[in-house]
C-alpha cells in the first residue's frame, strides 16, 4: 500500500516488511484486539486492520502519530492511534497479538535520543535499550494465547530476547529471519560496531529476526 511520510517518520522497510509476512501468518479472528507499539507510518496495525482487527497504534512521535493517523484516514481504516511512550498509554489493556518494530541499532550512546530522525533507529550501547522494556511489558497485557511479534537486528542479542520473554512466562522462538545489506546508518558505523565486536571488519550484510512469544492458554 502507498504510505505517506512526513519528515523524520520511520518510513517502511526491509524489517517493516519481514514483520508483516510474519503478521500474515498469524490466524487472526474479527475483531481480534492487535496492539502496534512504536507504528511510525502505522503500516503494520493497516494491516492488521484490513483483516478485521480492532487495531490500537502507540508512537512517541508526534509527526508519526499525525502521519499514522493520515495514513489509516486515507486507507479508510479503523485504526486507534495514540501518543506515548512504548506501551504507557494501554496499561491494563488485554491484547490478542502485540506488534513490534522499535528502535534496536547499537549506539555510541546509553540513552535514546529525544529528538530527530534517529530516534526511530538508536537504542543504546547494546541496541536492547527498547527491546528490554518490550520484553518486560509487553507480556502482562497478553490474553492467554495470545502474541507477541517483535523484529529486531541480530546485533541487538534475539537470545537475549528469548530468555526475557520465556522468564515471564511466554513460549519464544525466532520465527523468521532474512539478510539484507548495511544501510547507511550502519555503513556510517561500522568502525564502531567492529571495535564493539559485533561485526566482523568485512561484515556487509545485517540478519533481521522475528521473534514470536505466545502467552499459553
Not at 108 to 136: H, S
Amino acid at each position: 500500500m502507498t504510505l505517506l511520510a512526513l519528515p523524520g517518520v520511520y518510513a517502511p522497510q526491509a524489517d517493516t516488511a519481514l514483520l508483516a509476512e510474519a503478521l500474515y501468518e498469524e490466524p487472526l479472528f474479527p475483531g481480534a484486539r492487535v496492539l502496534d507499539v512504536g507504528t511510525g507510518t502505522g503500516a503494520l496495525a493497516l494491516v492488521a486492520a484490513r483483516r478485521g482487527a480492532d487495531v490500537t497504534a502507540i508512537d512517541i512521535s508526534r509527526r508519526a502519530v499525525l502521519t499514522a493517523r493520515l495514513n489509516a484516514r486515507l486507507a479508510r481504516l479503523p485504526v486507534r492511534v495514540l501518543r506515548g511512550d512504548l506501551l504507557t498509554p494501554v496499561v491494563g489493556g488485554a491484547y490478542d497479538l502485540i506488534l513490534s518494530n522499535p528502535p534496536y541499532v547499537p549506539a555510541r550512546t546509553a540513552t535514546a535520543p529525544r529528538r530527530g530522525a534517529a530516534r526511530a533507529w538508536d537504542a543504546g550501547y547494546d541496541g536492547r535499550l527498547l527491546v528490554r522494556r518490550i520484553c518486560g511489558e509487553a507480556p502482562p497485557l497478553l490474553r492467554p494465547g495470545g502474541a507477541l511479534l517483535m523484529v529486531h537486528s541480530a546485533l541487538s542479542d534475539p537470545d537475549a530476547s528469548l530468555r526475557e520473554l520465556r522468564a515471564e512466562g511466554l513460549k519464544a522462538a525466532v520465527v523468521a529471519r532474512r539478510f539484507i545489506p548495511f544501510g547507511p546508518v550502519l555503513r556510517e558505523r561500522r568502525g564502531w560496531l567492529d571495535a564493539q565486536g559485533l561485526i566482523e571488519d568485512d561484515e556487509t550484510t545485517e540478519e533481521l529476526v522475528v521473534i514470536r512469544a505466545e502467552r499459553p492458554e
